[in-house]
């Protein structure tokens, strides 16, 4: 199983993509893991994704706090504060 | 409780007769309702904006919006509501988004519709990108977004950091 993590509006820009299927690693249970995991790679991952930066989360297309658990099969995203309206 | 989001454009006078003659009967029990329409500004944050483009999160972005109708349904003795937001790219005075609410009165309308607008302003996952004179540049979010979803009574941050 893996999980399928997607980008959007200036953040999937400042990555150069929309979205990726990973395999989530042991260890990695909420979706505050995946993202310091992600950010580890370095180089832009680590800038847009750095615990600075305000980086909203979704799983299971719900918006969720980082301490919101991952598993096997989810469909996760990081996205900019929204504006809408 | 109908939600759509569209890259067309969107009638007020249809949509509210549309939305009413599907109340059936119980639509003689209605006697208020409100409506809220965004439109594109020619100016934001100083810089003229000839144009805008608007990002979502498809299959996401239709659950926030129906989840925010169901709060709003679940605080105010409504008949029914309508929110239709738009994307892809708009110009000055375009129509952005249109929420409609039914009530027996209008002080259960105007709140809900108001409620509406305030959690879809820091819940719902739209982008909008403007271009300017200066080149294309990503919408902050505003804190006064935050401070007017927070008057609801409920935890509803979009984080924003933008006064």
Known sequence: ?85 | MPVRVQSEDFDLTREVAQLRAAQGPRAAQIGGIATFIGTVRDINDGSGVSSMTLEHYPGMTEKALEDIVTQARGRWDIFDALVIHRVGTLHPQDQIVLVVTLGAHRGEAFAACEFIMDYLKTQAPFWKKEATPAGERWVEARASDDTAAAKWGTAASNDATKS
């Not at chain 1, 249970?29 to 979704?58: C, F, H, S, Y």
């Open chain 1, 1 to 85: 199983m893996a999980i399928k993590v997607l980008y959007f509006a200036g953040l999937r820009e400042a990555l150069g993509t929309s979205g990726e299927t990973m395999e989530l690693p042991v260890g990695i249970t909420t979706v505050g893991d995946l993202r310091t995991l992600i950010a580890a790679r370095g180089g832009k991952w680590a800038e847009q994704l750095a615990p600075t930066r305000n980086v909203r989360m979704a799983v299971i297309q719900l918006m969720v706090p980082a301490h919101a658990p991952v598993k096997d099969g989810d469909e996760v995203a990081f996205f900019p504060p929204v504006t809408g309206g």
